[in-house]
């Protein structure tokens, strides 16, 4: 809190014009010019220079006593409080007694850690009626350094009733008032429930109190700390995973790339490719929302709802592309430790539905759906970073039964942070794909994917950096063939343009090698812009 306010100095300069007054000084002149100056030397905060002044001035009791305050406002704004306490016991001893006075000596005492004499002089000043606020905070604080919590919290009480609190006075009392709780609820038996229902209100009432207050970061930081020192934060899961404090995710995200070589979509890693380029428009909505129970398990909802067209709407085999596909997932954790680190156990499911212009006649219909479930764990067996295991069940079903297939999945990855705060994912994926009606097309693939991510290459742009390499083994179709290989480098440059906007650009390039050249050797290249809208 300020020390010396501009209305407190013209205040003190109002009082200094009383050693102007007969009162004082009669028809003194000499001291009346010395004052004069020592008016000037406070006006411009040459405190030293008011004290050589002061010196030359001499006279009566009530002379000297009101000399003796003055050299004790000079000593506190030179913050030699310690002079400046034995210059107003002076004045006080002298008979000395302005409004001022006591809230004065009461900062000397406060700077020099006589606090139970602060106490005393700043109660004073709230009988005066002299900046009341400051002297109930003085009083109060004081009390707290004393761990004289009672009389503490009764300071606080009173400032809390004062008529036109100000915000700031507002804000710091109910700071205080919950470290004071908190201080009293130690050693209790029932100290959770004491923290819960005293402690945690009064930070909380204290943000909005005064919310462009620099002081909200600390009271904020200050409130989190206590809530998860008691386990009382329903963003931390009690294996210590922090969860975002918002919980909803809702997006709508506008694409549109170039494809050199569009590719049949039938989402199997069999596909043929079309010759043909296109732009393709892409339009997605997407909504999740984060369920948290016992803060062991959480339960996430989501819903991804897309529709896809391509531009060329005259070749059949472009067009067949176009679909409208729908996705519901359940994401669920159960939050452990493992070894004593934070982990956690995934189990998800998985629902999509496609319709599609399978037919080619530019009519959206059934396509095909499938249903997959995932187990996993994820934990931190290392110190860079958490580490992903997964098993999972995909079964598809579409509208022949030539292609309906069941995949069995078994993916790993790992997350590293570097030293620069670039983050590294490393993903090892496995998938044996089993065709219920066509054993032909029977395949096993194996995958590997590194990921480099710089958050901030530039303020406002993060870069993400890829390349994935496919080994795809087409069991009994090997001898024509062979194993093949995609190759798959890609880039992302994100620019965040808003809190709630987000602009991305994207390079991929795709190389397929297989020993079947005419029907499944193909290269490509996908360039897109999107536009994500988070609410």
Same mark, same amino acid.
């Given at each position: ?15 200094? &014009?009383?050693?102007?007054?007969t ?7 000499q001291n009346?010019n ?9 006006k411009?905060?040459?405190?030293e ?12 009791k009530k002379?000297?006593a ?14 030699k ?16 007694d302005?409004a001022?006075?006591d809230?004065e000596?009461?900062q ?17 000043s709230?009988? +005066? ?23 503490a919290?009764n300071y ?15 804000q ?28 945690v ?18 009271i904020e ?21 922090i ?12 694409k549109m &790339?170039?494809? &050199? ?9 069999t596909?043929?490719?079309?010759? +043909? ?7 997605? $909505?997407?909504?999740?929302?984060r ?6 398990i959480?339960?996430?909802p ?5 529709y896809?067209?391509?531009n ?6 472009v ?6 596909t729908t ?17 956690s156990?995934?189990v998800d499911?998985e629902?999509?539905l496609?319709?599609?212009?399978r ?6 219909e059934?396509?095909?759906?499938y ?33 309906? $297939?069941?995949?069995?999945t078994l993916?790993?990855?790992?997350v ?10 490393g ?20 995958? $590997?994917?590194?990921?480099?991510i710089?958050p901030?290459?530039?303020p ?5 950096l890829a390349?994935?390499h496919t080994?795809?083994?087409?069991i ?5 063939r062979?194993?093949e290989?995609?190759y798959?480098p890609?880039?992302?440059?994100t ?5 709630n906007l +987000?602009?991305?650009v994207?390079? &991929? ?14 290269e490509?290249?996908?360039?897109g ?7």
């Open positions: 809190m300020a020390r010396t306010p501009a209305i407190h100095l013209r205040m003190i300069f109002g009082i200094l &014009s009383l050693f102007l007054s009162e004082l000084f009669g028809n003194d002149s009346e010395l004052l004069s100056v020592v008016y000037k030397n406070f411009l905060e040459q405190y220079q008011a004290l050589i002044n002061l010196e030359k001035i001499s006279g009566s002379i000297e009101a000399k003796a305050y003055f050299q004790g406002l000079c000593y506190n704004r030179l913050k409080y310690d002079i400046g306490v034995k210059a107003y016991e002076k004045a006080k001893s002298l008979g000395h302005v001022d006075i809230y000596m009461g000397a005492y406060y700077a020099t850690n006589h606090l139970e004499n602060a106490i005393l002089s700043f109660e004073k709230v009988q +005066k009626g002299f900046k009341v606020q400051s002297s109930l905070y003085y009083q109060a604080f004081s009390s707290q350094l004393l761990e004289e919590y009672i009389n919290k606080y009480t009173r400032l809390l009733k004062a008529p036109d609190l100000a915000p700031e006075m507002n710091a009392a109910n700071m205080q008032l919950g470290e004071i709780f908190l201080a009293m609820s130690e050693e209790k038996e029932n100290q959770l429930l004491l923290v819960e229902k005293y402690v209100p009064r930070f909380e009432m204290a943000i909005p109190a005064n919310k462009n207050s620099p002081l909200v970061p600390e930081k200050r409130l989190t700390e206590i809530k998860r020192r008691f386990n009382l934060d329903p963003n931390v899961m009690l294996n210590d995973r969860l975002p404090e918002k919980r909803y995710t809702l997006s709508l995200t506008q &790339s170039y494809d &050199s070589n569009i590719t049949l979509s039938t989402g199997m890693p596909v043929q490719t079309a010759q +043909k380029d296109a732009y393709i428009h892409e339009s997605t $909505a997407q909504g999740r929302y369920l948290n129970f016992l803060r062991k959480t339960l996430t989501d819903l991804r709802v897309t896809k067209k391509h060329d709407q005259d070749s059949s085999t067009h067949q592309n176009d679909q409208f996705t519901g997932t359940i994401y669920n954790t159960y939050e452990h430790k493992f070894l004593g680190k934070m982990a156990l995934l499911y629902h999509n496609t319709d599609q212009d037919t080619k006649t530019h009519k959206i059934f396509f095909s759906y249903d997959q479930g995932t187990l996993g764990e994820k934990a931190q067996f290392f110190s860079f970073g958490e580490t992903g295991l997964r098993i999972k069940f995909k079964r598809l079903k579409t509208y022949s039964d030539t292609i309906d $297939a069941n995949t069995y993916a790993s990855d790992q590293v942070i570097t030293p620069f705060g670039h983050m590294i994912l993903l090892l994926q496995i998938d044996y794909t089993r065709f219920s009606n066509n054993i032909s097309q029977d395949t096993n693939s194996y995958m $590997a994917r590194i990921d480099y710089i901030e290459i530039y406002k742009f993060m870069l993400n390349y994935s080994w795809l083994n087409p009994n179709q090997k001898l024509t062979g194993v290989m995609s798959n890609s880039l992302r440059l620019r965040t343009v808003t809190s +987000k602009a991305t994207s390079y &991929s390039y795709t190389y397929k090698n297989s020993d079947d050249e005419d029907n499944f050797r193909y490509k290249h996908v360039s812009l999107d536009l994500r809208y988070d609410f």
